[in-house]
């Protein structure tokens, strides 16, 4: 069956151990987390992977199942989908979606997609601020993202709150000052907050002839350096000759006044948008080749990037696109316990060795053993008969023994008939392997 629908849960009752849960005292989850013994088949999935209900003897769900409160059994697969199918909706219950940081509730695993991020959040799985707001949208409360705080002059700040792209000739972590050469009130929240100085910069002179920025009337500061940086608004930092450092904004040159190769326009502007991409290279940080450079929309990002401008790791993908290598995005360390090489978002894709799950930490059906184990040995063929639904270890009994036979089916391995109750073996004699059990005056086997 096609997941649709994946949601990770997670509980307090559950902790996971470096060194192995206390097995006097604790059960391990077949992920390998630990939950209170007393825990173990009492009707409630407190492992994350809902091992703890499996194999349970008298158990009315199959394992894979989730129990409802009201009695019914559904497909553990529909536990905290967004949308109640219990009856009573226990399967919606105490779910926390950390898929989603907390943002959302709903996470499709055929798109990859957190739904209807909430506050203030965006991203695939709402890991991060929406533009005009900062902070870390992973740590999973509802004040994760908050506005940023820029006095009107930018939209844009980092994950601290420091204002970034500061414009209408401001400066400052909250824009809130005038870059050199210009004067005024950045706070008013205007465009023409900040003017420009006067050509003999006399208004901006005090009694004891400074500048408004405490330096000299000379134009040296204390270290001897100019009393401005004269970089076109792409820069703060400079030389003792003046000559411009760190220039930002795609630009270059002692007064950062040219655009970087790869961009066009004036960067004598003193805007943050000056220099434009002038072809797809330098619009996709290397990693695409075609490209809308008005729309700033890259097409085809390679290199396992993404993004308007191949600025962003894929899923299953870290590093940082923007330094313009093929190798800027190395895949993630799967968690599949050594049984598949592929995890987007986490979760582990064409499990191998007969595993199955989340993070392959469970044997298919017909399969028995610990699949956390990390070998490729992890998961034995049951020595059941196909007539058993599955097989689990016994503490020290070397054959692990089969569960829920068939109807008309008995036996250690399923494979006898039930003659009390008027089934009776056919095409092969008593066992299920070699023919079939048949209810007395039949003479085919049922199919299947």
Request: overall charge negative; charged content about 30%.
């Amino acid at each position: 069956m096609t997941m649709f629908w994946v949601v990770v849960l997670a509980c307090l009752a559950v902790q996971a151990s470096s060194e192995g849960c206390d097995s006097e005292k604790e059960f391990e989850c077949t992920n390998g987390f630990c939950i209170d013994k007393s825990r173990r088949c009492n009707g409630i999935f407190e492992c994350l992977d809902f091992s703890d209900e499996d194999n349970c003897l008298g158990s009315k769900c199959q394992p894979g199942e989730f129990l409802c409160t009201s009695g019914e059994c559904i497909s553990g697969e529909l536990r905290c989908n967004g949308s109640p199918d219990c009856p009573d909706e226990s399967d919606e219950d105490g779910c926390v979606k950390i898929l989603c940081h907390g943002h959302s509730f709903i996470y499709n695993a055929v798109t990859k997609t957190c739904m209807s991020c909430q506050h203030n959040t965006q991203g695939r799985n709402c890991e991060k601020c929406k533009p005009g707001f900062y902070g870390n949208a992973e740590v999973g409360t509802m004040e994760d993202c908050k506005q940023c705080e820029c006095n009107g002059h930018s939209m844009d700040c980092d994950i601290t709150g420091k204002c970034e792209n500061c414009g209408h000739n401001t400066e400052g972590e909250k824009c809130e000052s005038c870059r050199p050469g210009f004067r005024g009130d950045a706070t008013k929240g205007t465009a023409g907050d900040c003017a420009p100085n006067s050509p003999d910069g006399t208004d901006e002179k005090d009694a004891d002839g400074k500048d408004a920025d405490g330096k000299d009337a000379d134009g040296k500061d204390a270290d001897g350096k100019p009393k401005t940086c004269d970089c076109n608004g792409h820069s703060t930092e400079c030389d003792s000759a003046g000559k411009c450092k760190n220039c930002g904004h795609n630009t270059e040159g002692d007064k950062c006044e040219k655009c970087m190769s790869g961009y066009v326009g004036d960067a004598t502007k003193g805007t943050s948008t000056d220099c434009k991409a002038s072809n797809c290279a330098a619009l996709c940080n290397n990693h695409a080749t075609e490209c809308d450079i008005e729309a700033k929309a890259c097409k085809d990002c390679k290199d396992n990037t993404e993004g308007n401008m191949c600025e962003k790791c894929k899923t299953g993908y870290t590093g940082d696109p923007t330094k313009g290598t093929p190798n800027d995005c190395k895949p993630n360390q799967c968690r599949c316990n050594k049984h598949s090489d592929t995890c987007p978002d986490g979760v582990c894709q064409d499990c191998q060795h007969h595993t199955t799950g989340v993070y392959c930490e469970t044997c298919e059906p017909g399969y028995y053993g610990k699949a956390t184990g990390q070998t490729p040995n992890d998961c034995k063929k049951c020595p059941c008969s196909p007539r058993s639904i599955m097989c689990i270890e016994v503490p020290g009994e070397t054959q692990p023994k089969c569960m829920g036979c068939e109807d008309g089916y008995l036996g250690e391995k399923c494979d006898k008939c039930d003659g009390e109750n008027g089934f009776e073996a056919l095409q092969g004699g008593p066992t299920a392997p070699n023919g079939c059990c048949v209810r007395r005056g039949v003479t085919d086997c049922p199919s299947g």
